[in-house]
């Protein structure tokens, strides 16, 4: 079982509200990431970090912004939420190095935007 | 564009049936690695191969590496009906590129 956890696991919430999904592993992985998934569909990169102090963009382009303070701990915020938010997104970490980079997932939350 | 292709996209076999799933790359790489995806969840980790290594096995999974040819497969031997879930390759060049996952291959075991 991986140590990364992710909350909420659910969250339904209205148009324009700013949420924060969290994320946090124990397993003091440097790289950290956020993907947005659809059902039954491919995992889309939205953020990713190498480390504290460092946060960049994925492939996909989204709205949403993140931050790494903490080596553990890697939140994604969504300033005015849309319907178009609405998906699951899931949160992963791994080592360093290349040779031992098998990324770690938490559960996902999966949010819907009204 | 994308690293990884899986094929076939859905797969459904009878339990006992061996299933396989290939996936496809453009560039070098460091490593190939499987995830296994069950129904809203996150994805778990099976097996990564080097890309100097041809072919590993782990309980009922094998999964084998062709360089020259871009390209992977996972065979999961006597399936059974809990190995039901979407699978994914990903590939990695070094430790400062993202790992890119393709779009997946959807197995279905019927009892």
């Known amino acids: 079982e991986a140590d990364i956890y992710q909350t909420p696991r659910y969250l339904v919430i209205g148009t324009g509200k700013k949420i924060t999904l969290e994320c946090s592993q124990t397993m003091g992985h440097d790289k950290m990431y956020w993907y947005q998934q659809d059902p039954g569909m491919e995992l889309h990169l939205i953020h990713y970090?190498?480390?504290?102090?460092?946060?960049e963009k994925g492939d996909l382009s989204s709205e949403s912004t993140v931050s790494r303070i903490r080596t553990e701990h890697f939140p994604l915020t969504l300033e005015s939420a849309r319907p178009s938010h609405t998906s699951q997104y899931l949160c992963?970490?791994?080592?360093?190095?290349?040779?031992?980079?098998?990324?770690?997932f938490g559960p996902g939350t999966r949010l819907t935007v009204l | 564009s994308q690293q990884g292709e899986e094929d076939p996209q859905a797969l459904s076999i009878q339990e006992g049936e061996n299933a396989t799933m290939n996936c496809s790359y453009k560039?070098?790489?460091?490593?190939l690695q499987w995830y296994r995806q069950n129904s809203g969840r996150g994805l778990v980790h099976l097996i990564l191969i080097r890309s100097n290594e041809r072919e590993k096995h782990s309980g009922r999974l094998r999964v084998t590496l062709d360089t020259s040819k871009k390209s992977s497969s996972l065979l999961i031997t006597a399936s059974r009906a809990a190995d039901t879930a979407s699978y994914f390759c990903a590939t990695v060049k070094t430790s400062y590129d993202k790992v890119i996952f393709g779009p997946g291959t959807s197995l279905s075991v019927i009892p």
């Open positions: 560039t070098s790489i460091n490593n």
């Open positions: 992963a970490s791994s080592e360093w190095t290349v040779a031992r980079n098998e990324q770690f």
């Open positions: 970090s190498y480390g504290v102090n460092s946060t």
